[in-house]
């Protein structure tokens, strides 16, 4: 498996327009637009950092996962997310050597990237994304 870099950083919060002050207005970031995925109950909001990118996730559910993450465990930091050259090679590595998946394959995530879940039980607590763009 190899990994690109820290994709980004995605970070959970109540509302996407009542939040996103802090990092354009005091940060200085550029806020590149809003996307819903209906599939993940979440609506995304991208703001550049470098070649990074910090990720809002607003959930358009209350019972999506980014819902329960806030109900559990407050506003933050959701998970962080590395960007991969071969996401099918990269599970199938991971799966061979034991690591909990929460997904076997990728699925669509936002901006049309290729993405998939590791299980925070095999990451010390940490949600960690791979994402192929």
Same mark, same amino acid.
């Given at each position: 498996m190899k990994i690109l870099k820290i994709d980004h950083l995605g970070i959970?919060?109540?509302?996407?327009?009542?939040?996103k002050n802090f990092w354009t207005d005091a940060l200085g970031l550029n806020? /590149? *637009?809003?996307?819903?995925?209906?599939?993940?109950?979440?609506?995304?909001?991208?703001l550049?950092?470098?070649?990074?990118?910090?990720?809002?996730?607003e959930s358009t559910s209350t019972d999506g996962p980014v819902a329960r993450f806030i109900e559990k465990k407050? /506003? *933050?930091?959701?998970?962080v997310a590395f960007r991969v050259e071969n996401i099918e090679d990269a599970l199938a590595e991971l799966k061979e050597k034991g690591i909990a998946l929460i997904d076997k394959t990728p699925r669509m995530g936002a901006g049309g990237a290729k993405?998939?879940?590791l299980h925070p039980k095999a990451t010390s607590g940490v949600l960690v994304e791979l994402c192929e763009r």
């Open positions: 959970a919060v109540s509302s996407i327009d009542g939040k806020l /590149e *637009g809003t996307e819903t995925i209906e599939a993940q109950n979440v609506t995304t909001a991208f550049p950092v470098g070649e990074s990118e910090i990720e809002l996730l407050g /506003e *933050g930091i959701q998970h993405i998939a879940f």
